[in-house]
C-alpha cells in the first residue's frame, strides 16, 4: 500500500438498485473536492478483470442522480472468482497506477471484494446498494426505501381493483432470504397478511386471518409475499390451496418482479447515497480499508467487511407485531 | 316507456377500469343538473337482480375523480345471464320508479345491456369503461390511457436494471384480444419488439430482430408481449425459446399483472369519462336508448349498441410499422 | 433545392416541453431506416446561426425517450431575427451538406422556420412541440398530455390539504394566450371553476358561483387560473378580491410555474412524438416543405406552415359547459 | 384519572401532513385490538370545543393508509387558546367518557395539549405530525418523507427545463424556521446551493458559488431555498439581486407551495405513523401522559412533551458539508 491515495477506482456488482448512481456520482465529486483521481470500472468485477476502465470526472455525472440502475453497469464475473481473474483485476488496477476501489453491491460482492484485499492487500471499501435491505452493520441499504414505494404503490393499484371484484390478492414481492420488503411494503399498502423467510406461520394461520377478515367485513385482501418457497409452497401453490380451502374467496395472483429493482430513486436513497459515497472516498483517504460504509442511528459509521457479510441484518419483529394488530 | 326520464340509475360491470369513478360522478352531477335523481347500482348486474340501489347525491360523488377502482364494485352476475334473473333485475327497477340505465364496462356488459332492453324495452345508454380499448364505435376507452402510462412507467423501471445488466426482458401486459396496450406502450417504453393477438410475426422474426438489435449495440431489449398464447407460445415458453436460440441473450421475463388495471386515472381518462358521463344523461333525457356513448375524431357521439359490441376496433397498423422503424 | 434529400437536420426552439427527446429520438432513427443523415442542431435557431451541428446515430438516441427537456437544447436567438444571422445559418447548413431542417417547437418558431424557408427555399417541416397546445392544424401538441397530468396531480396534492383544512385554493397555470391546460386540468381534478383567457366570467360570476359551492357543503374549493391577467386582476389579486367578498373563505394562492414544461413524457406524448418524428422526416424524403406535422382526427397530417401560425386551435366549449356542470 | 382508560379520543391539528390518515388508522385499530372504545373529534381543538364526536370503527379506516390530508379535518381554534374554551372542552370529553386524548400535529398543537392536560390533568399522548421535521425528540415527523420526495420530483421536472434553456432556478420551498426539507430535498435533487435559517451564507458566497458553477461547465443551476426571509431577501430580491449580479444568468423563481403538504404518503411515513399510532395507544393504556411518541436511532419512544416543544431538532450539519462539495 502506497503512502497516499492519489486515484480511487469505483464500480457496480451485483443486482442492481436505485441510488447506485447516485453513490457514484458521490464518490467522483468526492474525489474531484479531495484532488483525487477517480476511474469508472464498467461491469464490477468483470470490467476489473478486463481493464474496462475510464476516468471519471465532476461532469461525467451530470444528470445521473436521479436515475435507476447504474450507468457503470453491473455483471456476473466467472473469472474474478478465479485466482487467474483476480491476478489480472490487481495487475490492471496497479498498471493503472490505482491506489483504492470502492465497491457498491451487496452481500456477494462484499465477499469478492474481501477475497481481493486480503490475497492483494488492495485497499478496498465497501457501500451496501441492495434493494433487500439484508446487510449487518447498516439500518437501510441504498435503493430498499425507493423499492418500498414502488411496491406500495403497485400494491395501491392493485387494491383499487381488489376492492372493486372483493378479490383476495397474493402478491410476491422480492427479497428471497429476508423479509423486510414484504414486511416493510405489507404494512404500508395495509396488507391483511405479510409472508415472510424468517416466520413459518404455518398455513392454518394463514386460512384463519383471511376467515377473520372476510368476517370483519373487509371488502378485499392482500396478502404480501416474500419470494421463493414459503411455507413449502410458492406463491402460486398458497394461492392455490387458499382458493380451496375458502372457496368464498376470488383469489388472484401477481409476481411485481423486477420492476422492483428500478425508477428514479427517492429523495431518502439519494441522501443516502451521497452520505455513503463521500464517507467511502473520506475512509480510504484516512487510509482506512477493508470497512463497509453503513448507517446505524442516523449516523455513517464503518463496519468491518467480515461482520458485514455475516449473515443479514434481521427484521424488526415489533413490525410484524403491528402489522398484525392493524391491518384487521 | 315513460315520457319522462326522472329517475336514473346508473352500474359498473366487467373487470374495472381507472376514470369509472370520475364517469359515475359524471353521471350523478348532470343528474343534479337536469333535476333528475340518480340511483347507484352495486355490484353490477347482480345488485340489478338483488336490488342493491341506493340513491346518490352532489356530494355521495366528493373526491373519487381521483380513484381507481369503482365504488360501486363490480360482478359476475350468473343470475343475470337467466330470464329470471333479469325479470329480477327489471321488476326491482319498476319497483323503485327506475325509468332507464346507464352501464359502465365492456363488451360483456354491453351484451347484458342490449339483451335486457329487448327484452322489457328498458332504456339503455352504455359507456366503454375497459382499459383493452377494444370497442368499436369509440377511439378511447376510459381507462386505456391511464393503463398505457402504468405499463410505461413499469418498464421503463425494468429498462433500468435490463440495462444495468444488458438483459433482455420479455415483458407481458394485458389485452388478450386486443394489442391496443402492447402497441402503444410498446412504443412509449421503446420496446424492441411488440407481439401482438392481431399480427402473426413467427418466432424466426423475432430472433431476427432480436440478433440485428443486438448487433446494433444496444445494451438491452425488452420485448412486450400482450397476454394469452402468441405464435403458439406463452410468455414463458417464448423467453426460453429464445434463451435457447440466442444464448447471447440473459433473458428475464416480467408478467405486469392486475396492477394496470388499478391506480388514479389520468387527466385524459378523467376528461373522457366526465364528457362520456354527461352525454349519457343528456341522451337518455333526449329520448335516445340502446345507445354507446363514445369518442369519434374527438367529439363525443353516439354508436348504436349492436354495433359497438360486433367485435373490436382494430389496431392502427401505422403503429406497429413506426414502431418497427424507430426501435432499431 | 436538390433532387434527393441525403442529409437533415433537426432542432428544438422555445419553451421546451415533455416529448421533445422523443421526437428527435424518432427523427434521427428514421433517418436510419430511410439511410439518409441526420445532423443535430443545439440550442435552436442560434446553433444554425453559429453552425453548433453534431451528427446523431441511431445509438445516440438511446434511452432519451423517457426523458423530459431537450438534449439538442433550446434558446433565444436574437441573431436569427436579423437576414445576417439566418444567411449565416443558411451558409452553414449548406457548408454541412444538409439538405433540409425539421423544427420541432410552438408558434414563434414556427414563424423564423416559415421566413426561412421563403428566403432560401429552404426545405422545412415543422413538429408542434408546446405544452400550451395552442397551435393551428393539430388537436394534441407534443407534451400537452404530459403538462395536464403534471398538473391535474399538483392539485390533486393541493386538494388533499385544501380539504383537510376546508381552503379555497386559486392554483395558476401556463397558457397565457390558451385555456387549454387550465380547461382539461380543471376538469380532471374537479375544480370548481376555471378562469381562461378565452372567457370573461366577470367577478360576479366567480363570486356566485364559489358562493353556490360553499351553499352545497363542499368543504374545498379550487379555482384553476390560467396565466396572465384575467377579469383585469392577477391570481393574487383576484384571490383578494374574493377573500374581501367571501369572508368565508380561507383563501390561498399557489403557481404551479416552470414544473409544468417538464417531466418524463407520458405514454401518448411519446407515441405521438414518434409518430410526428417519422412523419417529417417521410414527408421531406416525398419533396414536401414548408407544412407542419399534426395530428387530426386520430391521423397524423401535414397543414401548410402559414395556416398553422394563424392563431391558436380554440377551445373546445363544451368542455366548459361540462365543467361548469359537474363541478357543483 | 380513572384508573383504567376505556375510551380514547384522537384529533388531528395544525398543519396537515401526509400519513395523518395513516396514524389515525393505526390509532383506531390499535383500539379495536384492545377493546378499548376510539372516537374521532373532528376539525382538532374547536371540535373538542365543540363536542365534535363520531366513534371510529375498524371499518371507517379503510382505504385511507394511502390518502394525503386529514379525514378528521384540521382547523385553528381561537376558541381553545381560552380558559372558557378548554373547560368546554374538557366538558365535552368527560360528557362522553372519554379517558385520553391522542394529538396528532406540530409544535404548537403540542402546547395545547401540554396545556390541556395542566388545567384538567386529562391524559394526553401527542404524535409528531409535520412536513416540517422541527419537532425535539424525533428524527422524523410523519409526513417529512413524503414531502422530500414531492419537493424533489417537482425539482426534477424544473431541472428538465432548466437544463433545456441553460437557466437559474431559485426554487422556494417550505420551512420556514427549519431547513431541514431545503437540505434533504436540496441534496437529492443536486441542487447548486441550498439556503436555509439555520445558516446565513452571506450574498457574497451565494454569488460565488453560482460564479463556480457556471465555469465548471455546468448547463443549469438549481438554488433551493427555505421559504420566509433568508439573508433579508425574500426569494424573489435573492432572485433580483443574482440576475444584477450575475447577468450571464437567465434567471428564473419558482414556489412551490402548497402541493408539498399533499399527496399519497411515502411507504416510510406509512409505516412510521403505523407504529407512532399504535405506541401512542399502548402508552395511554400503560397509564403514560404528557409525553410525545418519536423515533430515535430506529426505535419509538416516549420524550416528554415539554422537552417535545423546547425549540426544533437542529439539522444536520454534516449534509450541508456533503451538499457544498457534492454539488460541484
Chains 1, 2, 3, 4 share one sequence.
Not at 435507476?68 to 491476478?87: M, P
Not at 392482500?222 to 390451496?241: M, P, R, S, W
Request: include cysteine.
Amino acid at each position: 500500500m502506497k503512502n497516499q491515495i492519489q486515484k480511487i477506482a469505483v464500480l457496480t456488482s451485483g443486482g442492481d438498485s436505485p441510488g447506485m448512481n447516485a453513490a457514484i456520482r458521490a464518490v467522483v465529486r468526492a474525489c474531484c473536492f479531495y484532488k483525487v483521481e477517480c476511474i469508472g470500472v464498467f461491469r464490477g468485477f468483470q470490467g476489473l478483470v478486463e481493464g474496462d476502465f475510464e476516468p471519471l470526472g465532476a461532469r461525467d455525472v451530470n444528470y445521473i442522480i436521479n436515475r435507476g440502475g447504474t450507468f457503470l453497469k453491473s455483471a456476473r464475473s466467472d473469472a474474478f472468482r478465479t485466482v487467474e481473474g483476480r491476478q489480472s483485476a490487481y495487475r490492471n488496477l496497479v498498471d493503472a497506477d490505482i491506489d483504492a476501489l470502492i465497491i457498491i453491491g451487496g452481500d456477494g460482492s462484499f465477499k469478492g471484494g474481501m477475497t481481493f484485499n486480503q490475497e492483494f492487500n488492495f485497499p478496498v471499501i465497501t457501500i451496501p446498494g441492495t434493494i433487500d435491505n439484508d446487510i449487518n452493520g447498516t439500518t437501510h441499504t441504498i435503493g430498499f426505501d425507493t423499492a418500498l414505494n414502488t411496491v406500495m404503490e403497485a400494491v395501491d393499484k392493485i387494491r383499487d381493483t381488489a376492492s372493486s371484484h372483493k378479490r383476495l390478492f397474493f402478491v410476491e414481492v422480492m427479497g428471497r432470504d429476508a423479509g423486510h420488503i414484504a414486511l416493510n411494503s405489507g404494512i404500508g399498502c395495509g396488507a391483511e397478511e405479510i409472508i415472510i423467510p424468517e416466520e413459518n406461520l404455518g398455513m392454518e394461520r394463514l386460512v384463519e386471518t383471511l376467515k377473520k377478515s372476510k368476517a370483519s367485513g373487509k371488502s378485499s385482501s392482500i396478502v404480501i409475499v416474500a419470494e421463493g418457497e414459503k411455507l413449502g409452497k410458492n406463491v402460486f401453490e398458497l394461492a392455490d390451496y387458499v382458493e380451496k380451502n375458502l372457496p368464498e374467496y376470488d383469489v388472484r395472483v401477481s409476481v411485481l418482479g423486477h420492476m422492483q429493482r428500478g425508477g428514479a430513486p427517492s429523495c431518502f436513497d439519494r441522501v443516502l447515497a451521497s452520505r455513503f459515497g463521500v464517507k467511502a472516498v473520506e475512509s480510504l483517504l484516512e487510509g482506512k480499508s477493508n470497512f463497509m460504509v453503513g448507517l446505524i442511528n442516523d449516523q455513517v459509521v464503518l463496519t468491518p467487511l467480515d461482520k458485514a457479510v455475516k449473515g443479514n441484518s434481521g427484521i424488526d419483529w415489533d413490525l410484524l407485531r403491528i402489522s398484525d394488530m392493524i391491518s384487521i
